[in-house]
């Protein structure tokens, strides 16, 4: 989607609260997090929800701050999101019901082939961290505190390090999403860190390479949080619910994830991570 088409759809929903629920109780409007959208995951769900439920689901996409920012106007009935912090703090809030895992996958660090800050094959993010900030090496942030900028962060912090200089450039379109973030950092030659899924989506458009990975610090889980409705009264929280139970189901939304990307790249680009909340339910 356009830059400037979703700033106009985001405009439209923010100007008319809970009109596309209170039109329709079949329909679910989720906010996402860029990442599985771009990978083609988020597509993939609703339609098969659809085609098992009848049950419409669509989504606007954003980084997670601002799909729970989205959230907070009362226009969503789920959002997908993956900044457990910010996710605790939107359920104290009141506008979250509960924090549901959903799936993973993980962040890795790329670089040019070249790898100026020698970095390649380092077990630990940490490390390779503080060596592209000894060598000054350029490194691309998305600078926009969504999912993948707060878990950059924190990596950052884990390292001792607040990174600063001309070597720690921010994408000024970096809300945009991880693929237009990795496709600038592939043009300046540069580091980053983004999550698996976007790499392999664009692996043939791009020259960078996965440097460092395998590090506990860089998983990426994903949630799932259903808008309260004793905070916003529009929300569609019962159809919201089969949704989610759908997608946790370990024969339906689970068996899609731990199968997509297979086929393309040999490796699935999620992995499910619903099953010990599914039991703490008493959901079988």
């Excluded at 860029?34 to 689901?57: N, Y």
Aim: net charge positive; with cysteine; hydrophobic share 45%.
């Amino acid at each position: 989607m356009k830059k400037s088409l979703l700033l106009s759809f985001l405009i439209l929903i923010m100007a008319l609260p809970g009109l596309l629920c209170a039109k329709d109780k079949r329909f679910i409007f989720m906010a996402s997090t860029i990442g599985p959208i771009d990978a083609g995951i988020v597509g993939s769900l609703e339609a098969g929800f659809e085609k098992d439920t009848g049950i419409r689901v669509r989504h606007v996409g954003a980084g997670t701050g601002a799909a729970m920012d989205i959230a907070r106007k009362c226009n969503i009935d789920l959002v997908m999101v993956h900044a457990k912090a910010l996710e605790e703090k939107f359920i104290a809030e009141g506008y979250g019901t509960e924090r549901i895992p959903l799936m993973y996958n993980d962040f890795v660090i790329v670089g040019p082939a070249s790898d100026p800050a020698g970095i390649k094959g380092m077990k630990t993010a940490r490390e390779a961290l503080k060596k592209i900030a000894d060598a000054g090496a350029l490194f691309i942030t998305r600078g926009d505190k969504s999912g993948t900028h707060i878990a950059e962060m924190d990596l950052w912090k884990t390292a001792g390090i607040k990174p600063a200089g001309p070597w720690y450039v921010t994408y000024e379109k970096g809300a945009e999403g991880n693929a237009p973030t990795l496709r600038f950092t592939d043009q300046k030659g540069a580091y980053t860190v983004i999550d698996r899924a976007t790499v392999l989506a664009l692996k043939k458009d791009i020259k960078l390479e996965i440097l460092v990975a395998g590090d506990e610090a860089l998983l990426n889980r994903i949630s799932l949080i259903p808008v309260n409705p004793q905070k916003c009264p529009q929300a569609n929280l019962k159809e919201t619910m089969i949704f989610v139970k759908w997608l946790t189901d370990p024969k339906k939304g689970q068996k899609i994830i731990q199968s997509f990307g297979v086929k393309e790249y040999g490796n699935p680009m999620f992995f499910p991570d619903s099953i010990p909340w599914r039991k703490s339910q008493g959901i079988k």
